[in-house]
């Protein structure tokens, strides 16, 4: 059963950056595509970004498009999410998730496992 383990959310301040990691064990990480969603108070969780299994082809959801941007390296076994020019509306707590398909469903189907999250808060 695979695990996975996100860090790196905090508060900072609109405006800020923030990288969040996922670390993922097994042997497997490297076969499937991997993705970042997220959930604010009182809110569905939602898509935010998805990678393909090499990197190479990436989704982002409208409005972090620009701002954010999602990595990985295959070798660490390790989804990265970079998070720029932070607001308000990005707090959330965010998960990372392994896809079974690419293209990434951006709905919750599809996916075989998720993190515990990690909270970012941004103030303004």
């Known amino acids: 059963q695979v695990q996975l383990v996100e860090s790196g959310g905090g508060l900072v301040q609109a405006g800020d950056s923030l990288r969040l990691s996922c670390a993922a064990s097994g042997r497997t990480f490297g076969s499937h595509p991997m993705a970042w969603f997220r959930q604010a108070p009182g809110k569905e969780r939602e898509f935010v970004a998805a990678?393909?299994?090499?990197?190479?082809?990436?989704d982002y959801e409208y409005s972090v498009k620009g701002r954010f941007t999602i990595s990985r390296d295959n070798a660490k076994n390790a989804a990265y999410l970079q998070m720029n020019n932070l607001k308000p509306e990005d707090t959330a707590v965010y998960y990372c998730?392994?896809?079974?398909?690419?293209?990434?469903?951006?709905?919750?189907?599809?996916?075989?496992?998720w993190g515990q999250g990690t909270q970012v808060t941004v103030s303004a």
């Open positions: 998730a392994r896809s079974m398909y690419w293209p990434a469903q951006r709905d919750l189907n599809g996916y075989d496992a």
């Open positions: 990678i393909s299994t090499g990197g190479v082809s990436t």
